[in-house]
T-cell receptor
């Protein structure tokens, strides 16, 4: 596609439920990033994938958060046993190279609300 | 660890007036600096970026930014603001060894007609 797409655009869930958020990067981009944007914490890095290398998970806030990237393309961010503090907009980005000089292109985000 | 400070949470300017949004960074080596804009309900769009070379960087939509190493700053400027520039602006720093971006807390720009 022309840009990074994310689904769903909005997700409302109950505390304790698991959720899956999906990201489709720009075709041919080898690097994929997840960020979280919340009122209290601003924009935070969560995890990034580059090709077949082990992902950098250093930003994941707890072991309830995990992500995978299948076939070097689509990525799924999973949050288990959701808590109210998980409410945020989850942004995905992709870039063609895993270097800071390359531009990260962002998707529109998934707004997660945990009741 | 690197950090970014955007001291102004909210700025209001009149349409046609000039604009400067401040950004200060903290990083031990040469930083890679970015400005992104986020309109309501939209993702982040890159305005401009600095890696090396000329310290005055031109971006899209008439924006420019100047890297000042001595002041650890990368301020965003526009000579004449349009009502459509109302949005939230984020400064970010990247490093040479990791691709994750560290963002500032953002500056919300309001434009009055």
């Amino acid at each position: 596609g022309a840009g990074v797409s994310q689904s769903p655009s909005n997700k409302v869930t109950e505390k304790g439920k698991d959720v899956e958020l999906r990201c489709d990067p720009i075709s041919g981009h080898t690097a994929l990033y997840w960020y979280r944007q919340s009122l209290g914490q601003g924009l935070e890095f969560l995890i990034y994938f580059q090709g077949n290398s082990a992902p950098d998970k250093s930003g994941l806030p707890s072991d309830r958060f995990s992500a995978e990237r299948t076939g070097g393309s689509v990525s799924t961010l999973t949050i288990q046993r959701t808590q109210q503090e998980d409410s945020a907009v989850y942004l995905c980005a992709s870039s063609s190279l895993a270097a800071s000089t390359d531009t990260q292109y962002f998707g529109p985000g998934t707004r997660l609300t945990v009741l | 660890a690197q950090s970014v400070t955007q001291p102004d949470i909210h700025i209001t300017v009149s349409e046609g007036a000039s604009l400067e949004l401040r950004c200060n960074y903290s990083y031990g080596a040469t930083p890679y600096l970015f400005w992104y804009v986020q309109s309501p309900g939209q993702g982040l769009q890159l305005l401009l970026k600095y890696f090396s070379g000329d310290t005055l960087v031109q971006g899209i939509k008439g924006f420019e930014a100047e890297f000042k190493r001595s002041q650890s700053s990368f301020n965003l400027r526009k000579p004449s603001v349009h009502w459509s520039d109302a949005a939230e602006y984020f400064c970010a720093v990247g490093t040479g060894t990791a691709s994750k971006l560290t963002f500032g807390t953002g500056t919300r720009l309001q434009v009055t007609l």
